[in-house]
């Protein structure tokens, strides 16, 4: 590969210089400086000159190189930087496909939220307006360069025909700095490729990086080397304490470094570097070593070009909320979704298929298994061969052997409100798919192109091998190339018109990593299909969402998908982390996959409960696994076992009692789960979170390779607390057993000033310590879980044993965790702290929303609760059309009157409430009983209710 060696500096100094300080004094933006820009046309040259003064481009340094390659740096907004290294000088990618320049939440004109499917041309997301930035000291071939905004400064000094390279530092210290022997490289297209390169330097002492989305492995990610590549892993292995498999299922180039100073290990801040590319390529976290370029780390694509942007915070919240500004916030998902979701791929082999599903809906009711959706493997899709054995796959044909009336199938489950999520797969099968010969007559499949035009095509499809029917079973066939719109648009109808019409109310994109190895491929859109991998499956699921939205215009779609990438979560509520192998080793590291895609921008992911692929999960396994996904945003039993079993609630009858506990616990907390999406869709944040989240000085959980002087089973949970346990959203510590027979393990509690309330025992701890021998048996109806200090968590009152409907009519208990101890002798006057809780209709894109505010003040004799309740039209935000039928607002009215508030468990004080409308003081009048208190409360729509406190 070529080095990116320095020529010269474009604009010059003073022209740039001039052109800042223009920019910073004007209160429109660029276009008050073209005078400024075209004043100095002559000495920058027309290309130079126009750049500047366009309201397209916010560039502040623009570096040639020897080849000509070129290195912009552009200032997005406060904190947020993007560079980006052109190998040829010019854009070879001008799309992105990641980055969304809508503001967020919702805006009052509906045509804002649009997203085209061509999604934006990367020198139009940003203007030019920006503060006023400094370039110094430029003397003849030596030039140095800084430039400041908001807490960032950049650094550069470029010498003639030497590597070219930046340094970063955050509120004056320094925290990036590209490696000084070379940082960027890159082949010369026209005669050994596309490959591009970043080099930064990494002291692994005093950096710590996390992030890369669902790669197996630690949470830390120091010394890992990690494919950027999507592809299908069945049966993966992720234990991190040996070789993991990669790539696997997503693309995410995403990597978070956590900074500290090496002498005093305090924070210095926090860097996220978002790398803008679909092409395969390499993620290094200080794994290659070299004696000549010392300690570093570096991110490669095989094709494109090299644009990244850097996301500056103090901490990490604030780093992945920047960085979701730049992806766009979570799609927000529906109630029903966060219930219990079956799945088997056994049902739908059968040749029974339609009774068995029936049998399904009949025996959660029969056993009280709450369930809200049931996942409809591609086992339907089969054809009929000519020997009458059950044929391929083939996506949107129905086989009527096994489900003879399709309608009838989705009424069944849709009576027993629980929603259907068919499989759909992107490919036709050449031989065997009834619409293959029609949809490559119609451009709806990849095709050969002959020269640079898109639209000159053959009529020769591009064709690949597919999983055709059993294990190993492969035929040829053709993805459906989504970037055109007759695939787009062919892909929409037939979701309508053979799933959602017949009574389908969600979508399951699987399958669909798009493992095309043809550099040369060229897809409808112009684009090579060498950067277009990870964008397919992001088309492909703007068109499934599309077809829910054209079928359901006033509810929140539901897309189910296994691949993604940066942008996905703009489109799919859930996904999960593909065909796991049914193991203990699985249990245990899936939780650390699916924290790292959290933090990635994507809240609603999961596993397969149980395992997917390998026997059936012995008993105690099961349980495990049940138990641990209690708090996880996606909860999922899937199987498709190798002696053809499946893995039910009940597939161990004296079991049953136990995983019913464990679902209807869930059930029970899906209140403070769905507050946690909302304030995903608002924010960014995740909902499970690594315990780094939240405590990222607590050198137990942010310093690299802890490890613990104990016996074998406490090193094992806590060397591995910081990638197994998690916390579900800031309050609450779980710590789940994933070791064979142990019930009991040690916790550390994170946070040395914090304090946690034990749920199994009902009393306080102290955070930074560890607590040894903390019980739970297989058959708890819940993971060992901690409540820290100050929090409020909004539960049902009772367990709902049905669906999610039942929570409406079951009220809500606030339960309030606060302890007033004695520190160092000395007696705590007060805390004081609040909370807010959402509820709506659990569906509607615009509904109705009721705000519960609760401002706490407590003491060691009394808690004094104030409550405000309020309500207003609310729109999520959609990155996808927008139809008229949007506008109407749901006529949601709280469909409980009566809300407990309490303190936790052996909590004796007094609790007093004084309730707010609005904002405004009630009567605070108090109506004695003989074991509770109430006052009223009501709402602008005339909604009454009683707020019981014990």
Same mark, same amino acid.
């Given at each position: ?74 200032? =997005? ?132 990086? #996390? ?67 679909? +092409?395969?390529?390499?993620? !290094? ?60 791929? &056994?049902?739908?082999? &059968? ?7 029936? !049998? ?37 044909? /129905? ?26 797969? %992107? ?11 029609? &949809? ?38 053709? #993805?459906?190339? $989504? ?77 189910? @998908? ?62 495990? /696994? ?53 304030? +995903? ?22 310093? &690299? ?65 560890? =607590? ?12 060992? #879980? ?7 968590? +909004?539960? @049902? ?30 007696? +705590? ?22 705000? $519960? ?30 139809? !008229? ?50 006052? %009223?409360?009501?709402? !602008?729509?005339?909604?009454?209710? @009683?707020?019981?406190?014990?």
């Amino acid at each position: 590969m070529n080095p990116f060696l320095f020529h010269h500096c474009s604009p010059p100094a003073s022209c740039l210089k001039q052109h800042l300080e223009c920019v910073a004094q004007s209160s429109k933006g660029c276009d008050d400086c073209v005078e400024c820009c075209d004043s100095n046309s002559e000495l920058l040259g027309t290309k130079d000159a126009s750049f500047l003064s366009s309201p397209q481009s916010s560039a502040c340094l623009v570096v040639d190189g020897e080849r000509g390659e070129s290195l912009r740096v552009s200032m =997005v907004k406060e904190n947020i930087f993007r560079v980006s290294f052109l190998p040829d000088g010019e854009r070879r990618v001008s799309e992105t496909f990641i980055i969304v320049n809508q503001p967020h939440p919702n805006e009052s004109d509906p045509s804002t939220l649009q997203e085209s499917r061509n999604t934006n041309h990367r020198d139009a997301l940003f203007c030019c307006k920006q503060p006023a930035s400094r370039v110094d000291d430029v003397d003849g071939n030596h030039h140095s360069v800084k430039v400041s905004y908001g807490d960032v400064a950049m650094e550069g000094s470029f010498t003639e025909g030497e590597p070219v390279g930046l340094k970063w530092s955050f509120k004056g210290k320094k925290i990036l700095c590209d490696l000084p022997s070379g940082s960027y490289a890159s082949d010369v297209a026209s005669t050994t490729g596309q490959t591009v390169r970043h080099y930064l330097s990494f002291n692994t002492k005093s950096e710590t990086c #996390y992030g890369i989305g669902e790669a197996a492995g630690r949470v830390n990610r120091n010394g890992m080397r990690v494919r950027l590549s999507a592809l299908d892993a069945m049966g993966y292995s992720c234990d991190a304490s040996k070789p993991v498999s990669d790539p696997l299922y997503k693309h995410f180039p995403i990597v978070y470094t956590h900074v500290r100073d090496e002498k005093t290990a305090t924070t210095v801040g926090w860097v996220g570097a978002l790398y803008d590319s679909g +092409a395969q390529g390499v993620m !290094d976290i200080g794994c290659e070593v070299s004696a000549f370029r010392g300690s570093y780390r570096y991110t490669e694509f095989q094709d494109g070009d090299m644009e990244y942007y850097l996301v500056f915070g103090q901490n990490f919240k604030e780093v992945v909320m920047l960085m979701t500004e730049l992806l766009g916030r979570p799609i927000m998902s529906p109630r029903w979704c966060l219930g219990y979701l079956g799945s088997t791929m &056994a049902y739908t082999e &059968a040749s029974n298929a339609q009774e068995q599903l029936k !049998d399904f809906a009949t025996l959660c009711n029969q056993h009280s298994i709450p369930c809200d959706g049931f996942h409809l493997s591609s086992g339907y899709t089969c054809v009929d061969n000519a020997d009458g054995t059950f044929g391929s796959r083939c996506v949107f044909h /129905w086989n009527h052997r096994r489900v003879p009336n399709p309608v009838e199938m989705f009424n069944t489950f849709n009576k027993a409100s629980i929603s259907v999520i068919p499989n759909i797969k %992107p490919w036709l099968l050449m031989e065997d798919h009834p619409l293959f010969e029609d &949809a490559v007559k119609s451009n709806v499949c990849l095709q050969h192109v002959s020269n640079e035009n898109s639209s000159d095509t053959t009529d020769l499809p591009h064709l690949g091998l597919f999983w055709s029917g059993g294990g190993g079973t492969f035929k040829k066939g053709a #993805y459906v190339d $989504f970037s055109g719109e007759e695939g787009f648009e062919w892909w929409v109808q037939q979701c309508r018109k053979q799933l959602l019409e017949k009574g389908a109310h969600a979508l399951w994109n699987d399958n669909n990593e798009f493992e095309v190895s043809d550099t040369t491929l060229i897809c409808r859109n112009g684009l090579p299909m060498s950067i277009m991998r990870p964008v397919q499956a992001l088309l492909m699921a703007k068109a499934s969402e599309k077809a829910l939205l054209l079928e359901y215009p006033m509810a929140r779609p539901v897309v189910v @998908t296994r691949s993604g990438s940066p942008g996905m979560h703009r489109h799919c509520v859930q996904t999960w982390s593909g065909d796991n192998f049914t193991s203990w080793e699985t249990l245990q590291w899936n939780t650390s996959m699916s924290l790292s895609l959290s933090v990635c921008g994507w809240p609603g992911c999961g596993y397969d409960v149980g395992g997917f692929a390998g026997e059936m999960p012995e008993e105690e396994l099961l349980l495990r /696994w049940v138990q641990s996904a209690v708090f996880m945003p996606r909860f999922s039993i899937h199987s498709w076992n190798f002696d053809n079993t499946c893995t039910e609630p009940w597939s161990y009858p004296e079991s049953t009692d136990s995983v019913r506990g464990c679902i209807q616990t869930r059930y029970q907390f899906i209140p403070h789960l769905y507050n946690l999406y909302f304030e +995903a869709h608002r924010f960014g944040l995740p909902i499970i979170r690594p315990l780094v989240f939240e405590f990222p000085d607590d050198p137990f959980v942010a310093v &690299a390779d802890v490890k613990y002087d104990g016996d074998g089973k406490s090193s094992i949970y806590l060397e591995n607390a910081s990638s197994c346990d998690f916390m579900f959203g800031p309050s609450v510590l779980v710590c789940p057993i994933y070791q064979k027979g142990d019930e009991d393990r040690p916790v550390y509690l994170p946070g040395s000033g914090c304090k946690w309330w034990s749920a199994k025992e009902g009393v306080w701890k102290k955070g930074g310590n560890v =607590v040894n021998h903390v019980s739970c048996a297989p058959s708890d109806d819940a993971p060992i #879980y901690f409540v820290k200090n100050n929090s409020i968590i +909004a539960t @049902t009152i009772g367990k709902p044993t049905k669906n999610t409907g039942d929570l409406d009519q079951c009220g809500r208990c606030f339960t309030i965790f606060n302890t007033i101890d004695e520190e160092d002798g000395k007696h +705590a006057e007060s805390s004081s702290f609040s909370y807010s809780h959402m509820e709506d209709d659990g569906i509607s894109i615009n509904t109705m929303q009721y705000l $519960f505010n609760f401002e706490v003040t407590a003491t060691s004799s009394k808690v004094d609760c104030h409550v405000s309740v309020s309500m207003d039209a609310f729109r999520y935000k959609m990155y996808n059309e927008i139809t !008229d039928n949007m506008m109407t607002v749901s006529s949601y009215a709280l469909p409980f009157s009566n809300i407990i508030l309490k303190l936790a468990r052996g909590d004796t004080r007094k609790l007093i409430v004084n309730l707010h409308r609005d904002g405004k003081d009630g009567d605070g009048k108090e109506k004695d009983s003989k074991k509770a208190k109430m006052v %009223p409360f009501s709402c !602008d729509n005339g909604c009454d209710g @009683t707020i019981v406190y014990l």
